[in-house]
T-cell receptor
Framework: KAGVTQTPRYLIKTRGQQVTLSCSPI?????VSWYQQTPGQGLQFLFE???????NKGNFPGRFSGRQFSNSRSEMNVSTLELGDSALYLC????????????FGEGSWLTVV | AQRVTQPEKLLSVFKGAPVELKCNYS??????LFWYVQYSRQRLQLLLR??SRESIKGFTADLNKGETSFHLKKPFAQEEDSAMYYC?????????FGKGTRLHILP
């Protein structure tokens, strides 16, 4: 069965723009979480959605937002991009989130110039 | 606050030698701990979790609540073990990762 799919894989944006990243979870998985990976900070939790509801949120500014659709697909949006937002954004899915193995996508590489 | 600490950014070990990747955590409760691995050009994947008490690819990890540690061990390193390893702690529905240790196996 297909793994977690993220699009786009690579993108370049300029400061001040906004970006939307998409994630399609493994079929049947209802929990989707997002992480930011940078060399300096490592992997940091952004937020987690289950059945279209945000259940958990990390310590990121309000410029970072997300949503989940009824088919469990999720998007995350970053507005007013800053250079420091350059990172690999990883999406992960699991069946319920609790006690279930989470599976990661390959990520979306965002470069802000 | 919950935190996961991996003190080594890089660990170089000769092939056939024992490996120990250190992980310490701070958590006010019963932790659920994991090790994730990312091989070159591959996605992040679960290696093992403490509740399973399993051995995967020869790796084991024991939760030591007294020392708040969850070190990853393998008795004999293999070249294919070269990768980035992340220790992680699960709190509610989010996973808190350490900053990772790059394991480099020397021939």
């Amino acid at each position: 069965k297909a793994g977690v799919t993220q699009t786009p894989r690579y993108l370049i944006k300029t400061r001040g723009q906004q970006v939307t990243l998409s994630c399609s979870p493994i079929s049947g998985h209802r929990s989707v979480s997002w992480y930011q990976q940078t060399p300096g900070q490592g992997l940091q939790f952004l937020f987690e959605y289950f059945s279209e509801t945000q259940r958990n949120k990390g310590n990121f500014p309000g410029r970072f937002s997300g949503r989940q659709f009824s088919n469990s697909r999720s998007e995350m949006n970053v507005s007013t991009l800053e250079l420091g937002d350059s990172a690999l954004y990883l999406c992960a899915s699991s069946f319920t989130g609790e006690g279930n193995t989470i599976y990661f996508g390959e990520g979306s590489w965002l470069t802000v110039v | 606050a919950q935190r996961v600490t991996q003190p080594e950014k890089l660990l170089s070990v000769f092939k056939g030698a024992p490996v120990e990747l250190k992980c310490n955590y701070s958590y006010s409760g019963s932790p659920e701990l994991f090790w994730y691995v990312q091989y070159s050009r591959q996605r992040l994947q679960l290696l093992l979790r403490h509740i399973s008490r399993e051995s995967i690819k020869g790796f084991t990890a024991d939760l030591n609540k007294g020392e708040t540690s969850f070190h990853l061990k393998k008795p004999f390193a293999q070249e294919e073990d070269s990768a980035m390893y992340y220790c992680a702690l699960k709190k509610d529905d989010k996973i808190i990762f350490g900053k990772g240790t790059r394991l480099h196996i020397l021939p």
